[in-house]
């Protein structure tokens, strides 16, 4: 692999592998939102959501809804409030706290406000409704295994793929108006789920893991423990692609379509993990830090627009009343 253009290269989805491997480098910090993955021929796009770009109350109530793509937002720390309703006029309000993870199925409005105290990194992942993922206990029948040996791989260093920022915010419908009445939330709870999980202190957890969304999520907290392997597991998913948010750390993302063309391309995070289905794939990892990373499966034959459509085909409504028991406030 000479080289990687993650926005120009083809994917091959009939054929089942669909290229290379590739990262995307996360800013360390910052007020604007930033795209993670926004290739607009890949499974899944990916949103960051810094600290200090969280809506806390101080500015006017509005809720969004995504016509055509789920939505799986993972808030690791903070507390907050989700409006959320598939009816603009009878929109609940539901606390969380994090660890959480709040799943918002297409067309149901929804919207995060953190309190003021929370802080907190989300990370947004949307995907195409419908297509189903195989619990993780029944995957095994999907994936080939094999071996290679560390030092005979050929490292590679493709040009950087950097996080874009992301400044727009919808603008609500001027001729729609939504409200918000307090105490439905048991009526509503299908509209949304809140996933509250346990944050693990090594190993990891399966917060979603249902069969039945079009998103498969594991949280992991760990220290790299293959620093100098001498033969490595690798291993490929005929059905999924994966991706790997990872807060810290650095390696070698080990990726080929074949055993015998498996290279290291290197890695530092903060940053976005690429392994595209039906390639040998393994993370090797070099530093002595613990880091907490993301790992999602999605389907390999959806296909996610960028996100510029995804906020073309995407409804904001201005929140104007406060109801409490059905009276106005």
Known sequence: MIGYDPAAAPRRREAGYKGDGWTVTLPTDGSDLVLGLDTGLDSVAILRVPNGKWDRGDRPLSVHAHADHDETIIIPTGSGTLYHGPDVGHLATS?????????????????????????????????VPGTVLLPFADRAPFNRFGKVTFAD?????????????????????PVVEGRVVEGVSARLESDVRIIDYVQPETDYVLPLDTGHDSLFVMISRSASWDRHPAVVDVHSHADVDEFIVIDAGEGYLLNGPELGTVTLTPFRGPCVIVMPAGAFHRIVRTDDVTTDSILVYTDR?????????????????????????????
């Open 301 to 329: 034959r959806a296909l996610v627009p960028r996100y510029e459509r995804i906020m073309q085909r995407t409804t904001a409504v201005s929140v104007v009343e406060i109801e409490r028991e059905g009276v106005a406030q």
């Open 95 to 127: 606390r969380f706290s994090g660890p959480v993870v709040l799943v918002a199925p297409a067309g149901v409005f929804h919207h995060v406000v953190m309190d003021l105290d929370a802080i907190a990194t989300g990370t947004c992942f949307f995907t």
């Open 153 to 173: 791989l050929r490292i590679v260093s493709p040009p950087p793929v950097v996080a874009a920022p992301w400044t727009a915010d919808p603008q609500p419908d």
